[in-house]
């Protein structure tokens, strides 16, 4: 089959998603290429919990976008999360080096994407689960990050391609990209796609491409990210190869962003090499500020309590790599127990329990004497202060490094309980160049005519972190745009 279409879409997650909506709603006839099979669909965005990030200026204005009950409103408790609050966490968790442009693009447009795909059938619910602490009667939300898409990852795909098949968008899964064909000009004109039934290239007037970052390649890991990358287990889909990057890297894209840099956290030390659908995001283990994280010799090596969680578990994902056979392990007491996140009750889970701290490292096979002295070390520097796991609580340790700065609680009420983690990559942040229109630039600044990116695969907004729930916001972001200009220029 070798029919003519206006745009095509290459990928078929969340970035891709929305370009194809966008650009159809903007007159285009939309091809959407997905390399994996339909059992598949959805890219990384369906591993995910769905959160989306993403400026609000009150209480009220975030309450728009659900489909609350009063009795919902009347029990949580949200701080406002302006632009201003927005822009000045990407640019803390990524060093100052996140593209300013780009940053304020995504924050300003945040709302307004949430809004659009909301009027495309995609609907939004509080994250009680994952980013609320019950405190009283009220949840009290923290960290910046409010609404899922209902039924979280898989539901946000299931609500996009519902919402692609209304509207006629074509998908054709087990349909790779190999190639982008261009004209004497360098302008992109098509797209080589090789199926089970052989190779062809598809005619378009514009592409997009939205085929995610190389976090599933292993020899790209290396090459880029260094040594030992290519024993991290990959968090999501398979698939993610840097396939889309290489294209438009050979038809003279300029690299650009933190080729060296990648999203990745804590993930359970058992779980297999790449994404499994049943278990999704849960091999995550996220509730370490309630907690210690010690290696094999039973060192503590970060600052559990720096902040919450959503700007501290990229970089301790990476730190872990570093230790003794990139393995860390997650120690609690009975006091934190109960606040400890769903994923820390699934059966796929690495852990031990013990009466005593000897015997937990014993069954850990954590260095003993190490272990031992970490702990008393670390319960004779904690503060008074009173906890509370809902606020950075400035409950601290003093006189040890690292130290502990926010929810330090001495550990000695057993059984003790350990999980055993390794470093699980999320998406890698090198990648393409785009302008404002999310146009791909070539090595001489040039913007290459026909050629657009969103998602994962664009460069230049992450480095070092990034804010839970700006991945899925950026790419829907950029996605939208991109669609947009690409129809756009469709049109000629
Ligand atoms: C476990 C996990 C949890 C996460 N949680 C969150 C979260 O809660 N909030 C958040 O903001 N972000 C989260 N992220 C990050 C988020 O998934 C990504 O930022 C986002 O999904 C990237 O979207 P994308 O469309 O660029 O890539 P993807 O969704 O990965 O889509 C890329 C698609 O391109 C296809 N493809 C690749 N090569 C080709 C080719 N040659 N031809 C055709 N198709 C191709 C792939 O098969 C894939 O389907 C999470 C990621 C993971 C893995």
Redo the contacts with the bound molecule.
């Keep these: 089959m070798t029919a003519s279409y206006d745009v095509i879409v290459?990928?078929?997650?969340?970035?891709?998603m929305c370009a194809a909506l966008s650009a159809q709603e903007h007159g285009a006839r939309v091809l959407v290429?997905?390399?994996?099979p339909e059992a598949w669909r959805?890219?990384?965005?369906f591993?995910?919990?769905?959160?989306?990030r993403f400026a609000f200026k009150s209480f009220e204005e975030l309450c728009e976008l659900t489909d609350l009950a009063d009795e919902e409103k009347a029990v949580m408790e949200v701080d406002p999360y302006t632009e201003d609050n927005f822009y000045d966490d990407l640019m803390r968790v990524t060093e100052d080096q996140a593209d300013p442009d780009m940053a304020m693009l995504v924050v300003r447009e945040s709302q307004a994407t949430v809004r659009w795909m909301r009027d495309r059938g995609i609907r939004w619910i509080p994250m009680f689960g994952r980013q609320a602490y019950k405190v009283g009667n009220k949840f009290r939300f923290w960290g910046g990050l409010v609404l899922e898409a209902v039924g979280g990852g898989p539901g946000l795909i299931d609500m996009a391609y519902a919402s692609a098949q209304k509207v006629g968008i074509d998908v054709r899964f087990e349909?790779?990209?190999?190639r982008l064909v261009t004209d004497d000009r360098g302008g992109v004109t098509g797209v080589v796609v090789r199926t089970a039934a052989g190779t062809e290239s598809i005619p378009a007037r514009a592409v997009v491409l939205?085929?995610?970052g190389f976090e599933a390649n292993g020899e790209m890991r290396t090459r880029y990210l260094g040594q030992d990358w290519e024993l991290a287990r990959v968090?999501?889909?398979p698939?993610?190869?840097g396939?889309?990057i290489r294209m438009a890297l050979e038809v003279g894209a300029q690299p650009w962003g933190h080729w060296s840099g990648c999203h990745a956290v804590q993930w359970d030390l058992n779980a297999p090499w790449h994404?499994d659908r049943k278990v999704g995001?849960n091999f995550q283990k996220h509730s370490y500020p309630l907690g210690l994280i010690v290696n094999l010799r039973g060192e503590r090596f970060v600052d559990e309590g720096a902040d919450f969680r959503n700007y501290t578990y990229v970089r301790f994902g990476r730190e872990v790599i570093k230790q003794p056979r990139r393995t860390a392990f997650q120690i609690f007491d009975q006091k934190v127990l109960h606040l400890l996140r769903e994923e820390y009750r699934i059966r796929e889970v690495t852990k031990a329990e013990d009466t005593t701290l000897e015997g937990l490292a014993g069954k850990l096979e954590i260095d003993v004497d190490g272990f031992l002295k970490t702990v008393k070390a670390f319960n004779a520097a904690v503060g008074p202060a009173e906890f509370n796991p809902a606020v950075k609580d400035g409950k601290g340790t003093t006189g040890i490094t690292p130290p502990k700065s926010n929810w330090a609680l001495p550990l000695d009420t057993p059984p003790y309980v350990g999980y055993a983690v390794t470093t699980g990559i999320?998406?890698t942040f090198g990648g393409l160049h785009i302008t404002p229109d999310a146009q791909v630039i070539d090595c001489e600044l040039r913007p290459i005519p026909g050629l657009y990116a969103a998602?994962?695969?664009v460069g230049g907004l992450f480095y070092h972190n990034y804010p839970?729930?700006?991945?899925?916001?950026a790419?829907s972001v950029f996605g939208r745009i991109a669609g947009r200009s690409a129809a756009m220029a469709s049109r000629g």
Excluded: C, H, P, Q
């Excluded at 290459?10 to 891709?16: F, K, Q, Y």
């Excluded at 959805?42 to 965005?45: A, P, V």
């Design positions: 290459v990928g078929g997650g969340n970035a891709a290429l997905e390399k994996a959805g890219g990384n965005g591993f995910t919990a769905g959160g989306f349909a790779k990209a190999i939205a085929s995610g968090r999501g889909t698939y993610n190869t396939d889309g994404g995001d999320t998406f998602g994962e695969l839970g729930g700006s991945g899925l916001m790419g």
